[in-house]
């Protein structure tokens, strides 16, 4: 979608330059200013997306062809990558993640910085949602009291403490303390804006999603695809191309055929031993760029022989991460050994355990656990982690002499068991746009029984991220982003593997395509060639 801004509308103080910081591999200057926190400062969008604006193409459908399943469509029953992509497609919040990873307003029109812990937001007027009901405050407040009443996503509303109706196009967003990440957290698909009528009579977002995005929902066909629609009262710039289908194919080579064959005209997840045949195809257009999506072999915290920190570190130091990336990845992403992204500022390797079979036989030894009674089952939800899984299997085997079973399920069953703690070790991976998101979704207590699937529960690294949080001054901040991740190394809760790089193949003639490093698309902006 096209979200034109005056100059000078990205947050002119001290915290919105520390979210501008921790923007990811890739990212460019945010050109933000800064000023003392605190300090009352207004920043303006302009109307901006030219509404009723109906674009011209030879062609009125895409297909888009994806691995992964949504567990859901709605906006705060899941945090998983593959809802995500319908969600930005049909809903929108107060902000939205631009290309450059950095926060702009979407549904708000103006906001007010009042002090460290006050937010006022003006709203556009006229915005409809899809059923015709004209966005208002109180739809606000009921849809951030959502996202922070709802496990999956509640990370991203943890911060605040109260949303208050002024008028019908005023809100005010009070937080429980200095927030460094809340307009990042504001553009999470968790925070989107629902009907505020809707919510309270228990109406069903998963069978009718209702919000006031450029696409609107038209069927789920469970297990085959996900069909939407432009919306033509979009309050910005109606899209081009007015039906999107997602198509779900699991296996890699078939998404491959489909789409050289005109079946499809655009890959989510490229198959990786078919990127250079993509590449060769004058008919195809391939994107890869590194990426901000970290992954790694999660373990139970809470369950033996994980809850050993010795044999985390044995089993980490044991596994050839480079092997991983080639086999699993044809070589298109970058081994990670910090349990942090390392694309992000602050981020150190630091203590943390490196490919080295002999320092991994040290550590075995230091756990005092016998590997004959240390196998596990791993979980792989597609081909590209059940590659993984496969060098996983063969360096626990030959180094350390322990039997793992490689275990294979979809994406929705995956998650609901990873949630729930009903594992033993699953190959996972999570991706954001900032460090603060990263380490609140994967680490902090709070996040169990969401995406903090090791569920660690350190008071000690919760205390570090709280810190990360509440650090304004961007300086001061890059510190404790450091304290943090040597933390986290020490405490080696996970197996990290790679950053993977963002991969795309699409037909030539589609135009307007661009993609950020944690891989968020803007399907509206697209448009067939003459």
Partial sequence: MTKKLMRGLVPVMVLSAAVALFTGCGSKDSGADSKPAGDSKETTAEAGKDSGSKGTSSKDTLIIATANETPSVTTNLHNATAGDYINQMTHEGLFYSSADLTPQPALAESYEIVSDTEWVFKLRQGVKFHNGQEVKAADVKASLELCKESPQVSQYGDAVESVEVIDDYTVKITTNGPHSGLLTDLSHHGNAILPADLIASGHDFNKEPIGTGPYKF???????????????????EVPAIKHVI??????????????????????????????????DNPDIVTVNDPGTGHNWMMVNNEKAPFDNVDFRRAIDAAIDKNAVVQVALNGQGSVSDS??????????????????????????????????????????????????????????????GIDITLESMDLATYLDKTSAGDYQAAIGGYTSSDVLA??????????????????????????????????????????????????????????????????????KGLEGFKMSPSGGMYISELSWSE
């Avoid at 942090?340 to 040290?362: H, I, N, Q, S, W």
């Fill in 218 to 236: 038209v069927a789920w066909n469970k297990g085959e695809s996900i069909e939407l629609e432009a919306n033509e009262d979009y309050w910005g």
């Fill in 246 to 279: 997602w198509k779900i194919i699991p296996e890699g080579s078939s998404r491959t055929m489909a789409l050289e064959a005109g079946e499809v005209d655009m890959i989510i997840e490229v198959e990786s031993t078919d990127l250079s045949r993509l590449q």
């Fill in 339 to 400: 349990m942090l992204p390392e694309c992000f500022p602050g981020v150190v390797t630091d203590g943390a355990p490196t490919y080295d079979p002999e320092k991994a036989k040290e550590y075995l030894a230091a756990s005092g656990l016998n590997p004959a009674d240390c196998g596990f089952a791993l979980i792989c939800s597609d081909d590209t982690k059940l590659r993984a899984g496969q060098v996983i299997q063969s360096s626990l085997k030959e180094n350390l």
């Fill in 438 to 507: 990263h380490s609140m979704g994967v680490y902090h207590s709070k996040s169990i029984g969401g995406s903090n699937k090791t569920r660690l529960n350190d008071p000690e690294i919760d205390a570090l991220i709280d810190k990360v949080k509440a650090t304004l001054d961007p300086e001061e901040n890059l510190k404790v982003v450091t304290e943090l991740s040597k933390a986290l190394n020490d405490t080696c809760t996970q197996v990290p593997i790679y950053l993977k790089n963002n991969v795309r193949a699409y037909a």
